[in-house]
């Protein structure tokens, strides 16, 4: 059975100043990338972008957020894919609930999953940075066959939670409120 899930090939958290020269950038050869730009609640002063770059077997998901707020520093996040473009709304509830389409469990640890929304956890550092770089198989940017789409008919969005991500509970592995948001739309 083939399984369409999100796994990360490489987690690189990178010192800002070596990440502030290459996290807007897609790989050279790129043949397609989409950048969603971050915001936190309200439209707070969250510097932040995630470019997503088509790859042969899925997505590579580089990610550079600044300014994260103070209680959000020194700690572990869970980052997701959500169904819809959307981020309105108290909590940015309008971008749905994770990307599931075939309705199987929630983490990246459950053997009944995981789903295609789905990351590990990323780090942001005391000055509430975070530089990363993620690799998730199962979706695509470029409707490849056999791929959830992120840019389909409501886009999606990709979402920063105030705590980790077990990996296993449900049906968000405990990761608590969204902090941060992008919405996932064709340029």
Known sequence: MLIRSVLAFALTVLAP?????????????????????????????LSGLAVFTEGPQGVL?????????????GQWHAIHLH???????RGFTASGGHINPDGVA????????????????????????IHAELYA??????????????LDSDGSAIVIHAGPDDHHSQPIG?????IACGAITVE
Do not use: F, K, Y
């Open 83 to 89: 169904e819809t473009a959307d981020c309105s709304g």
């Open 137 to 150: 198989t199962g979706i695509t940017v470029t409707n490849a066959p056999g791929r959830v789409s992120l």
């Open 106 to 129: 929630h983490g990246l640890l459950n053997p009944m999953g995981p789903a295609p929304a789905d990351l590990p956890n990323i780090w942001a550092d005391a000055a509430g940075n």
């Open 174 to 178: 405990g990761a608590g409120t969204r």
């Open 61 to 73: 998901i580089r990610l550079r957020v600044n300014d994260l707020p103070v209680q959000a520093r």
């Open 17 to 45: 100043a070596a990440m502030a020269q290459t996290s807007d950038a897609a790989p050279e050869d790129a043949p397609a990338a989409v950048r969603v730009p971050i915001s936190g609640h309200n439209g707070e002063p």
